[in-house]
T-cell receptor, first 113, second 109 residues
Framework: DVKVTQSSRYLVKRTGEKVFLECVQD?????MFWYRQDPGLGLRLIYF???????EKGDIPEGYSVSREKKERFSLILESASTNQTSMYLC????????????FGSGTQLSVL | GQNIDQPTEMTATEGAIVQINCTYQ??????LFWYQQHAGEAPTFLSY??LDGLEEKGRFSSFLSRSKGYSYLLLKELQMKDSASYLC??????????WGAGTKLIIKP
């Protein structure tokens, strides 16, 4: 069974803390993505990567960075967490092709106090 | 700008049929997706349309009209487990995915 695993289901952090969200996929997918999901809004793309050591900014990269040192792992970093980064964070992966169906992790609900 | 519109919430009865609409305005078109997301869970892929017409997959069907910027997801023989949010997403000419806010479907016995 294909799997995208996010390290934490719930996370509570303080303003100004550095936060790491980890995502691992076991499908040998080239493409990996980080989205945030907020009530009443569509998924918004933060960063994506099409290969190891490669990263591209999405629609809302401000305040975030990413790391992809290995093909299966894509990390999202909040350098200095702020309250407006309280959100559900979803990691996804896909294999390049016409359809590029996304496989999502279960999400990390991050609360920044 | 680019946007995807879908109803915020719909209610239907177990055993019935429901149609969830999605209209889009994007810079170009390279496919439309429907995903299902149960509360507290990951979205899962349901369907993909790139040509006009109806794609049927069991109890679920998805329709696309590119000239009208319109799609719908049709769910037949509704079951309680179909209670979920349904997300519409369009891939634009830059191969970026533009997402709707989702439609929360409530199934009543």
């Amino acid at each position: 069974d294909v799997k995208v695993t996010q390290s934490s289901r719930y996370l509570v952090k303080r303003t100004g803390e550095k936060v790491f969200l980890e995502c691992v996929q076991d499908m040998d997918h080239e493409n990996m993505f980080w989205y945030r999901q907020d009530p009443g809004l569509g998924l918004r793309l933060i960063y994506f990567s099409y290969d190891v050591k490669m990263k591209e900014k999405g629609d809302i990269p401000e305040g975030y960075s990413v790391s992809r040192e290995k093909k299966e792992r894509f990390s999202l970093i909040l350098e200095s967490a702020s309250t407006n980064q309280t959100s559900m964070y979803l990691c996804a992966s896909s294999y390049p092709g016409e359809v590029e169906e996304l496989f999502f992790g279960s999400g990390t609900q991050l609360s920044v106090l | 700008g680019q946007n995807i519109d879908q109803p915020t919430e719909m209610t239907a009865t177990e055993g019935a049929i429901v149609q969830i609409n999605c209209t889009y305005q994007t810079s170009g078109f390279n496919g439309l997706f429907w995903y299902q997301q149960h509360a507290g869970e990951a979205p899962t892929f349901l369907s993909y349309n790139v040509l006009d017409g109806l794609e049927e997959k069991g109890r679920f069907s998805s329709f696309l009209s590119r000239s009208k910027g319109y799609s719908y997801l049709l769910l037949k023989e509704l079951q309680m487990k179909d209670s979920a949010s349904y997300l519409c997403a369009v891939k634009n000419s830059n191969y970026q995915l533009i997402w709707g806010a989702g439609t929360k479907l409530i199934i009543k016995p």
